[in-house]
């Protein structure tokens, strides 16, 4: 395992840290907060189509949390970021490569995405209030929001077989996680 550089002795070595970099968490913010947008008003046509959009969504999304948590790796929670960002490009990669194999289990694929990545936003948060990072709370709100998500597509997926509604999920994942960015950045921009 080669080593990341030196990690801050201190809270307020953590809280500069999130400061340099407070742009970056604000520019994925708003390209989240706008993904969601257009998740959220993009009528679903037909499953193929909602299913490569996510895919590609996911993909994009996954892409710049990567690169941005590699630009900021001294910043709490790297590893559960770095965690997510891979899962979402997982899932972005499920999506565009399979999008045929059938709504359910793009659902099921889509749902346990939900779960770790609440998981994941869950612990980032907790590792931001351990660096005394101010706004951490809305990591954790973000994540929550995943956790109730996500059972939330299964039931309207199984029971009520409703097509229309993942693109509003996700879009309402995507909102809520550029939200919490934003917040986060927000608290770090310099004075």
């Given at each position: ?27 994925e913010g708003i390209v ?49 970021a770095v965690a997510s ?84 999920v996700i879009g309402i ?19």
């Amino acid at each position: 395992m080669r080593k990341q550089g030196r990690v801050p002795q201190s809270a307020a070595a953590a809280a500069g840290e999130i400061s340099d970099h407070w742009r970056l968490l604000f520019f994925e913010g708003i390209v989240l907060m706008i993904f969601g947008a257009f998740a959220l008003l993009l009528p679903a046509l037909a499953i193929v189509a909602v299913n490569l959009l996510l895919g590609w969504l996911f993909l994009a999304v996954g892409a710049l949390g990567l690169a941005t948590t590699m630009m900021a790796r001294q910043a709490p929670g790297f590893w559960w970021a770095v965690a997510s960002a891979i899962a979402s490009i997982i899932a972005g990669i499920f999506l565009t490569v399979w999008p045929m194999k059938g709504f359910y289990a793009v659902t099921l694929a889509l749902a346990g995405f939900l779960v770790f990545d609440g998981l994941m936003m869950i612990l980032f948060g907790i590792d931001h209030r351990r660096q005394q990072s101010r706004r951490w709370r809305w990591l954790v709100i973000n994540g929550v929001i995943d956790l109730f998500l996500a059972p939330l597509i299964l039931l309207v997926t199984f029971v009520a077989a409703a097509i229309w509604l993942l693109p509003e999920v996700i879009g309402i994942d995507l909102l809520f996680g550029g939200w919490s960015l934003i917040a986060v950045a927000a608290a770090a921009k310099p004075k």
